[in-house]
């Protein structure tokens, strides 16, 4: 992939970005959430659920990229 893609098997991450969903005491879940980043990793869209059971889809993030790619004048990375 012409991407990275995040493991966190500590979640230090989640952590930082607050993303977790507090439940069973001090344990929790992880929050769904979709970051689209910058050359610079500038955050130029996020989508973050509260439930576990809502996700972005597949065509929100298109729309995001679209929309991304339409405003820089450049084709965003996919």
Sequence with gaps: ???????DPGHKTIDSYGL????????GI??????ILDKN??????????DYRY?????????QLEKIEGESGTKATK
């Design 55 to 63: 996700r972005p889809t597949n065509a929100q993030i298109r729309t």
């Design 1 to 7: 992939m012409p991407f990275s893609i995040l493991s």
């Design 41 to 50: 990793r500038n955050i130029l869209w996020a989508k973050v659920e509260n």
């Design 20 to 27: 977790i969903e507090p439940m069973y005491g001090d344990k």
């Design 30 to 35: 992880p929050k769904p959430a979709i970051y």
